[in-house]
């Protein structure tokens, strides 16, 4: 009889959408689709609750608590609650949200921040496994998560998306990620030129030996890696957007 591949369930709650997918954690990749809601404007907790329910009922796996479930979420995350409120409703702020999803939801979770569980995903399956030094994975979204990685040891809860520039109002987020391309209308040259300044930044700072870049436009790395001149080698995350589900699930099983 062949032995079942050991499974867990990964939601990744973002500024813009909120994903999920039951994975397979021998192979690291999703069993299962991936299911996809936009996160409630405003970004309240019972409404953001009520989308996790709704995912976790498409994925059929609402009321199954055999299934580990591991939930990312864009905030600093310290003993299960929520220390910070990126692109999400301030109420978000020194929330306890562990208690709050495992209340809500009726099951244990495992609660981390989302670019550290990209980072994990990265680490246990894609482009920084085996990796020694220091690792600095960003997603590239609504925002600039970061997730650092030393010598295959997560570091948690880095900022670097909220270093600030000098000659521009407000941080490295509101000027470089990939909302500030769409909300701009930037072309693919002009966005890496705001790149080109946060990389060189965070490598100066860092001296780091990887960058990797997540998020949903690490798909189409092709079209602004290789504009960047950096001494660190960067690469697309293996995982792209689906890293945050793979990393949450495995987190699940610690």
């Keep these: 009889m062949a032995v079942q591949a050991r499974r867990a369930v990964g939601v990744d709650i973002g500024g813009t959408g909120i994903k999920a997918g039951i994975v397979d954690l021998d192979k690291g990749i999703l069993s299962s689709d991936r299911v996809k809601v936009a996160t409630p404007p405003g970004a309240e907790p019972d409404d953001v609750l009520q989308a996790v329910r709704t995912v976790l009922d498409t994925l059929g796996v609402a009321v199954d608590h055999e299934v580990p479930l591991g939930v990312a979420f864009p905030a600093i995350v310290k003993g299960g609650r929520t220390m910070s409120a990126a692109n999400v409703s301030k109420a978000w702020i020194g929330f306890e949200a562990e208690k709050f999803f495992e209340h809500g939801l009726g099951r244990s979770i495992h609660f981390a921040n ?134 949450a699930a495995a987190l699940a099983l610690g």
Excluded: C
């Design 114 to 247: 989302d670019a550290d569980v990209a980072g994990v995903a990265e680490v246990r399956y894609g482009a920084a496994k085996g990796r020694s030094g220091l690792v600095i994975l960003t997603t590239l979204g609504t925002g600039i998560g970061s997730a650092l990685i030393n010598n295959g040891t997560l570091v948690p809860n880095s900022e670097l998306g909220h270093l600030q520039r000098a000659k521009h109002k407000g941080d490295a987020e509101s000027y470089a990620a990939y909302s500030a391309m769409e909300r701009e209308e930037l072309s693919w040259e002009a966005w890496a030129e705001r790149l080109q300044w946060y990389y060189s930044h965070v490598e100066f700072l860092f001296s780091p030996d990887l960058f990797i870049v997540g998020g949903g436009v690490s798909k189409h790395a092709d079209k602004f890696l290789p504009m960047l001149d950096l001494q660190t080698p960067i690469v697309a995350a293996v995982h792209r957007n689906n890293a945050g589900i793979i990393g």
